[in-house]
């Protein structure tokens, strides 16, 4: 397998992230292209502009994981596009919440966020375009495995059930509600789950079901998602309140800005590392109860609390 660096210190590890990443760009990257066939420019270049930086590709691999997981490793061969599904729908989120009237941001995965690259109005509407894209994108990963009607109607409910208002959108929605105000550690946990928790807790159910898991083979999975969801974003906050803008690709120190209440500001920077620490350890115990032996799982939660941006 080949594919640039990241910061964990497990090359197989590396190497997952590395091929996971190459198999959902090259999805991406096709969709793209097609993307010029459906809406007038400039909006289908804001739109590759957006799913093609350079991110983790952490919820798709997740995808990945968990159909190899129940399924063995000939399952993740079939669900790339169900997981770039996934990143589209995230990249839709990122390009949305970097506007002037959410988060204000210029900076996301080390170059200028979509707004900044083209203008507000080409970002607006390539965002909400790009979950139209990530509709179709999903709908030809569920014909390509041929599923019964019924195992694709959950599959595409997990997937816009997370990003609607019970989850992601929801969730940014009470953030930007919350800014300016310290909010109680229940009530701050509830958005995080949402916000960012929702759509990666997703990600490991919509690879279990593609595999063909039984339902509490999903649910154990929707746990472990949850906790590393949730250990994702404490760990976010962190990084921001203690990386450089050129570590993180993107502004450092936004949430003190904003006024955000966060794990850091509650907990201070240290304690709320050890929570996440202790929600990924908690994720993949949830793994050993359930009988799943899934060493890149553990080591995915294991990267969530450990890596530099």
């Known amino acids: 397998m080949s594919g640039s660096k990241t910061s964990t210190a497990d090359p197989a590890l590396e190497a997952y992230l590395a091929e996971a990443r190459a198999r959902v760009d090259a999805v991406l990257e096709s969709w793209g292209v097609r993307a010029g066939e459906w809406w007038p420019a400039p909006v289908p270049a804001a739109m590759r502009y957006s799913l093609l930086s350079t991110g983790k590709r952490l919820r798709p691999t997740l995808v990945f994981a968990a159909a190899e997981a ?22 839709y989120s990122l390009v949305h919440d970097d506007l002037p009237c959410m988060d204000n941001d210029d900076l996301r995965r080390g170059r200028p966020t979509t707004h900044r690259a083209f203008d507000v109005g080409t970002a607006v509407v390539a965002g909400y375009h790009m ?24 599959i595409a409910l997990e997937l816009f059930r997370a990003a ?11 953030d930007l509600e919350a800014e300016g105000r310290q909010l109680p550690p229940a009530v701050l946990e509830d958005v995080h789950r949402r916000k960012t928790g929702a759509l990666i807790s997703a990600a490991c159910v919509i690879g279990a079901m593609a595999a063909g898991a039984p339902g509490a083979t999903c649910e154990a999975l929707r746990g472990y998602g949850a906790d590393v969801g949730l250990a994702f974003q404490i760990y976010d906050d962190v990084l921001d309140a203690t990386a450089t803008s050129d570590q993180l690709g993107k502004t450092a120190g936004k949430d ?3 006024g955000k209440s966060t794990f850091v500001t509650l907990l201070g920077a240290g304690a709320a590392r050890a929570e996440a620490e202790r929600l990924a350890a908690r994720a993949v115990d949830r793994l050993r109860q359930a009988g799943l032996v899934s060493p890149t799982l553990a080591g995915l939660a294991q990267y969530i609390v450990t890596r530099p941006n």
Do not use: F, S
Request: aromatic share 0%; glycine share 18%.
């Open 70 to 91: 129940v399924g063995g490793g000939g399952a993740a061969e079939r669900v790339a596009d169900l997981a770039a599904a996934v990143e589209v729908v995230h990249a």
């Open 131 to 154: 979950v139209a894209l990530g509709a179709r994108v999903l709908d030809a990963g569920l014909a390509a495995l041929a599923l019964a009607p019924e195992a694709r109607r959950r």
């Open 164 to 174: 609607g208002a019970g989850g992601m959108i929801g969730g940014q929605a009470l």
């Open 256 to 258: 003190a800005a904003d």
